[in-house]
């Protein structure tokens, strides 16, 4: 068991006196710059014009130059996709959409081919081929190896197949072929694709354009980066067409030790408030099982092993994305430069970032101070609002740099680790296959839990009042679980960037919206956030406050994890200023409510394109102009949103202290981003693209509490046979070595060996797994009566080896011959 604090405090006295004093970032300012081109940004780097480029590399040229003149961390979950637009079978303008039905976009999987985009466009070195929903370099892939190959083969690239499955659909949707061209109520059949320019997805984009070219479609390609695709994809009603098929891209910003909830977020409703979802119809056991595991409705590990193999099939069937590749990236940055990279979302994902990048002295010492000069591939993308603003890669490197959060992820497990929450008591119903790691966390099962009636379970939008359990539940309910969340007595002194100190009405107005939004009686209702507050009700149960000073509450619900310290992560943010993208305090949140009510901005880009106003911005833009028509009528009456339950806790006194604080703010910095992390927004230059943010000196923890994380511990595997060639009806002994850095691996820190055996056709014939013999080596014994079954010829023996440590698994593949 890992102990936290004892680690942050040997670094602090590791670091010397200076480490008591140094509050907030190590740096005292970081610059932010746009540069699309990536070979222009490694050059920069090279001469010293920046010190990080904001982005996880793949291109062999690039990355030979990365490792020969700069330091870097490696990453492992950036991902290309196809994304499609679902509507149809005819837009509004009576074009034809052949993506509407799912046989055609299932048939994408067997028409590109993901090796030949691996080798071509990336040199066979910064990507792998993905069909999948999850992540191959994640534990799940390792967990689900077996249905994870399986589908890897059935959509191995067979273009007869899909040209046949194409050509069939588009005569039932009414089209017709003549010489070799598409053709539907008399007009050409024209595919408009969406294609990103800043990376290989030009490349995706121009290569599928022109297999379906092949096919006898008109194409109409749209080159557009990052900034002028949002309006057309997210922004845009898909009735109206604006594309038929995008070239998508993203991060997963931390180890994801469980994806269940990948088929909710990519392919149903539920996943974004944004237009394009809202188009999403998933065949009805795909939706269902989609939420189960979103919900995680099951009861063991083999049930939802059950349940998640069945929703990659039905993903597959479903196909509203095609995976094209998952990206080994390269992050490049000065050589004098440290940060704590995640392996999944590189140093531009990484949640750490602003907590640990610093520079180095020639001994390789943390240095205090200096400015840090970073450019990424793009900026200020979409507005920028806690509730449902931008979601952008790049934008969300800015906003979680700036923002304090409960708990932080662990760079190489996934594992979370308290920042604002001191600890947590997990209280799980009895059978549930939940562990724990982390000594933050105390875990303990029971056979029932009750849920207390004067918890709160639900709110009353028209009288603005919480709805107690008993209310809810007259007969009374039980929940799966329940956390206790203590929180320290120092967190009322924490401070804001407008220089306002913390209060518990922060955290209550953001568990008041969870239920605002979804409910039609609200004045701030956005039935976008209607299909994902039903899932948080079909679970969540209840909330009770044990003590407001310090800060203690219990959350009760169904909901759950594999892990204890992410059931304590989903549940200590409920009173806490968190919000999808980004944090934010109640005077700065109440500007926003005013504006939406009145209908004058919303905070999601759907209910603004319905509304026709504008998506709301507190960075910059004509939103900044109606936000502040509020603030100064706030100055005068001291509103208070919600008042009946915040009004306890901020008199008007106090309301129209925040609102002079942020007013002065607003005047010194020209903006409304106010946030509480240990680096603050000081200047924003919309059309230069520029982002300037500087150390919050005020920040209550000392900039070494996060410096406790060494390099990853990833995972080296060969594997051996006792002879080239393997007798059937004979035993086979193959012996998995498993090292790190030539030294043998600790069984101790191994999760769990597992082999797939598959024939010369790559047909699966065996499975299983190895058992260990000591530290670094693992065998795997296939007995006689096993083999005398196995066809003759070439074989081939995969394995995956799963670490406790890190969690990226480690593969290795060797071939052999049976006669």
Known sequence: MRKWWAVALVTVLALGAWAQVRRGAWVDEVVFTEEPTRAKGIDMLIAGAIDIYAFAIPERDLVKKIIENL???????????????????????GRLNPFYLKEVREAVNWLIDRDYIVQEFYGGVGA?????????????????????????????????????????????????????????????????????VEDERRLIGDYVATLFEKLGFEIERMYKTAREASPLWIGADPADGTFHVYTGGWVTTAISRDQGGNFDFFYTKRGRPDPLWQAYKPDPEFDQISERLARRDF????????????????????????????????????????????????????????????????????????????????MLTEPWNAIAGTNWIFDMMIIRGVSDYDTLPDPYTGLYYPQLVERAEVVVEAGLPVTKTLDWVDLKFVPKIEVPGDAWADWDPVNQRFITAAERFPGGTTAKTKVVAYFPANLYERLWHDGTKWSLADGLLGFILTFERGKPESAIYDEAAKSAFDTFMRHFKGLRILSEKPLVFEVYSDLWYLDAEWIAAARTPYLMP????????????????????????????????????????????????????????????????????????????????????????????????VANGPLYVDVVKPVEKVVVLKNFEAF?????????????????????????????????????????????????????????????????????????VKDGLFAITIDAATTAKLPAGSIRLEVAVASKVVAIPSFATATFTVL
């Open 299 to 378: 009861k063991s590990i083999e049930e939802r092993n059950a349940l998640l193999a069945r929703a990659l099939e039905l993903s597959m069937k479903d196909s509203v994305r095609v995976w094209c590749t998952n990206l080994v990236g390269y992050n490049p940055m000065a050589k004098n430069v440290r940060v704590a990279a995640d392996l999944a979302g590189g140093v531009y994902g990484a949640w750490l970032w602003s907590r640990t990048v610093h520079f180095i002295d020639p001994a390789g010492k943390p240095v205090a101070g200096g400015k840090l000069r970073i450019a990424q591939p793009s």
């Open 578 to 673: 968190q919000y999808s993208q980004g944090v934010s305090p109640w005077h700065v949140l109440a500007l926003g409510i005013q504006a939406e009510a009145a209908k004058e901005l919303a905070f999601s880009s759907s209910k603004a394109r319905r509304l026709g106003v504008e998506w709301m911005n507190y960075l910059a833009g004509p939103s900044l102009t109606i936000l502040t028509k509020y603030l100064n009528e706030n100055l005068a009456t001291g509103y208070v949103p919600y008042a009946n339950v915040l009004g306890k806790y901020v008199s008007k006194d106090e309301a129209i202290a925040r609102y002079q604080a942020l007013k002065k703010w607003y005047e010194a910095k020209g903006h409304l981003w």
């Open 700 to 772: 209550a923890d000392p900039a070494t509490k996060w410096l406790v994380f060494a390099e990853p511990k990833i995972a080296e595997v060969e594997v051996s046979a006792p002879a080239p060639v393997l007798r059937r009806g004979a035993p086979w002994d193959f012996l998995v070595e498993v090292t790190y850095k030539d030294q043998p691996y600790p069984v101790a820190e191994i999760d769990f060996v597992t082999y797939l055996l598959f024939d010369a056709e790559g047909n699966l014939v065996l499975s299983g797994k190895a058992e260990a």
């Open 71 to 93: 330091h870097y961390a490696v990453s492992y979950g950036s991902y290309n996709e196809l994304t499609f637009n679902p509507y149809g079978p005819e837009f509004k303008d």
């Open 128 to 196: 792998v081929p993905r069909y999948l929903a999850i992540t191959p370099s994640f534990p799940d892939y390792a967990r689900l190896a077996a249905t994870a190959r399986a589908l890897e083969l059935k959509y191995a690239p067979n273009p007869e197949k899909a040209k046949a499955v194409i050509f069939e659909k588009m005569k039932e949707l009414g089209a017709e072929l003549k010489d070799g061209k598409w053709y539907y109520k008399g007009a050409p059949v024209v595919l408009k694709f969406l294609i990103r």
